[in-house]
């Protein structure tokens, strides 16, 4: 069992910076990949970063260059995301998955506007 718990979400004007923390309690050397997904309103949840026990890390397209997802202890997760525009609006949701299972957190909500 692992138990998510997502902070930093806000409103922040386009062009804008957000860090987006997550603190992981529970069986967390199990965890095997930490990530950060994302859900528009009327829209399907989405990948946004992820990074393995070994710091690799995977970006969706819409993010590369703007985005920096960092762990820095085996329980925490960071979402850097600069240069924030309006269609990143979204709830924002931790994400650890397990060899038996993902884990979600809450959801955090980013809005971007002016």
């Known amino acids: 069992q692992v138990h998510l718990v997502e902070s930093g979400g806000g409103l922040v004007q386009p062009g804008g910076s957000l860090r987006l923390s997550c603190a992981a309690s529970?069986?967390?050397?199990?965890?095997?990949?930490m990530g950060w997904y994302r859900q528009a309103p009327g829209k399907e949840r989405e990948l946004v970063a992820t990074?393995?026990?070994?710091?690799?890390t995977n970006y969706a397209d819409s993010v590369k260059g703007r985005f920096a997802i960092s762990r820095p202890s085996v329980n925490t997760v960071y979402l850097q995301m600069n240069s924030l525009k309006p269609e990143d609006t979204a709830v924002y949701y931790c994400?650890?998955?397990?060899?038996?299972?993902?884990?979600w957190g809450q959801g955090t909500q980013v809005t971007v506007s002016s």
């Open positions: 529970g069986s967390i050397f199990s965890i095997n990949v």
């Open positions: 990074i393995t026990s070994g710091g690799s």
């Open positions: 994400n650890a998955l397990l060899p038996a299972r993902p884990y």
